[in-house]
């Protein structure tokens, strides 16, 4: 179970007592406050904390720029308007603070984001739980022959359970030994901080991750798009929702120029301006790389020439 029933009946506890407050709420991250959102086996992300609202950007926007802004009807025009130009710094003044609970292997993908303040749970101090993460069947697959760092097609059910096996009993024997190591029955035993080496990367750990909005949108815009890994990818779907409740005029804004929109090179910019004009352009004239190719076609749903 990602959430033991002390944690649970904690978050029931600090939902039944809310606080009257003269600072900016959301009432859609209300919602979603301490709630534990399940993700893979055992994991969960819960939102801790907030600050600021789709209102907060706007302000923000209106003192830096002054007059400039009073062209932009509405906030959420002027959100649009920011998020098309790239202007940053007003999304800046809105931060979220999340609890994660995740396969070590993902967090060491999640942490090279770097603009955020993250406190993780001290396998120094603490003793980790015994639970791993074990990919549902469907999750198997084989290395993709076109993407190095991505998968191909899902693995036959034989191979698949022989992989389950060895992931869970490999798993399994590996705490065992973790126990056995930093037990002081009849022996010193292991200091935590060097026994933690031999667990494997499929076990879970927790941390705190707290992070601006403009910085958020740069994790959801990577590891929400479908060439992401799909265990980091389904903890970005969850932290969407949150979002998606808390800051729902940045959110759609988002989800148009940066999830939905297409960054095109020069190169890019030039060969559709040939195909618009009635030339035919294939990949040996377009002057990009097979792989580019392959992109721009695929992102203007064209027949491949």
Known sequence: ?????????????????????????????????????????????????????????????????????KSVQNDEGLIRYLMRHWHSTPFEMCELKLHVKLPVFVARQWIRHRTANVNEYSARYSILDREFYIPRPEDLAAQSSQNNQGRGDVLGPEESARVLDWLREDAHRAYGHYEQMISDDGQQGLARELARMNLPANIYTQWYWKVDLHNLFHFLRLRA??????????YADAICEMVKDWVPAAYRAFEEYRLGGVTLSASGVECLRRMLAGEEVTQETSGMSAREWREFVGAFVLKDI
């Open 225 to 234: 798009d479908s060439h992401a890994q799909y265990e980091i990818r389904v």
């Open 1 to 69: 179970m990602p959430l033991t029933p002390e944690q649970s009946a904690e978050i029931e506890d600090l939902r039944a007592t809310p606080r009257q407050t003269l600072r900016a709420v959301s009432e859609g991250a209300e919602k979603h406050l301490y709630k534990a959102h399940p993700v893979l086996d055992h994991g969960f992300v819960r939102m801790i904390d907030y600050m600021g609202d789709d209102a907060a950007i706007c302000q923000a926007a209106r003192v830096s720029y002054g007059r400039g802004t």
